[in-house]
T-cell receptor
């Protein structure tokens, strides 16, 4: 099973709302990632969790708050977002080592901030 | 130093033809170079990847050519098919103590004409 699942597929929220994006993988991967992708642009790395610990935060605004409850789950909590945060949010996972750096991506959550 | 330059931005190829996409990187510390295929509304999917100690890797119709001295690598799609029409991203990555970079190229929109 090489699947990364993400919920919801689509999310529309107002600037005062609080919502969460969820990601799950059952490949035994120890690294998980959040990316943001705007239309016709490449994915941009936001956060990296390695062995359930936040190891990389690419200077992401605090209105995005990641959480890794266990090795299979990754959440992204959203609060007070801006319209420019509208994008496809992608989750990915990998084995988490130099020798096995292939990332497997989920289908993404299409977020619209009104 | 962290950029990955990708060309062309878009490519139109006849069915059965060869599609060639090029990438160039600056940071010699990168040690993993994957190619991803992305269809509209979907997450990127790994096609093929290479490490710097190998100059060429072939998997089915897809071949990566890697030129370490020139800091360039390319994707060749042989016998291109309409189903190959998608956006292709190259990437370069580097793991290090407390640091991780996964930089995507700007993407190439490939259209294969039937």
């Amino acid at each position: 099973d090489t699947e990364v699942t993400q919920t919801p597929k689509h999310l529309v929220m107002g600037m005062t709302n609080k919502k969460s994006l969820k990601c799950e993988q059952h490949m035994g991967h120890r690294a998980m990632y959040w990316y943001k992708q705007k239309a016709k642009k490449p994915p941009e790395l936001m956060f990296v969790y390695s062995y359930e610990k936040l190891s990389i935060n690419e200077s992401v605004p605090s209105r995005f708050s990641p959480e890794c409850p266990n090795s299979s789950l990754l959440n992204l909590h959203l609060h007070a977002l801006q319209p420019e945060d509208s994008a496809l949010y992608l989750c990915a996972s990998s084995q988490g080592s130099v020798e096995a750096d292939t990332q497997y991506f989920g289908p993404g959550t299409r977020l619209t901030v009104l | 130093q962290q950029q990955v330059k990708q060309s062309p931005q878009s490519l139109i190829v006849q069915k059965g033809g060869i599609s060639i996409i090029n990438c160039a990187y600056e940071n010699t510390a990168f040690d993993y170079f994957p190619w991803y295929q992305q269809f509209p509304g979907k997450g990127p999917a790994l096609l093929i990847a290479i490490r710097p100690d190998v100059s060429e890797k072939k998997e089915g119709r897809f071949t990566i050519s890697f030129n370490k001295s020139a800091k360039q690598f390319s994707l060749h799609i042989m016998d291109s098919q309409p189903g190959d029409s998608a956006t292709y991203f190259c990437a370069a990555s580097r793991w290090g103590p407390g640091t991780y970079k996964y930089i995507f190229g700007t993407g190439t929109r490939l259209k294969v004409l039937a």
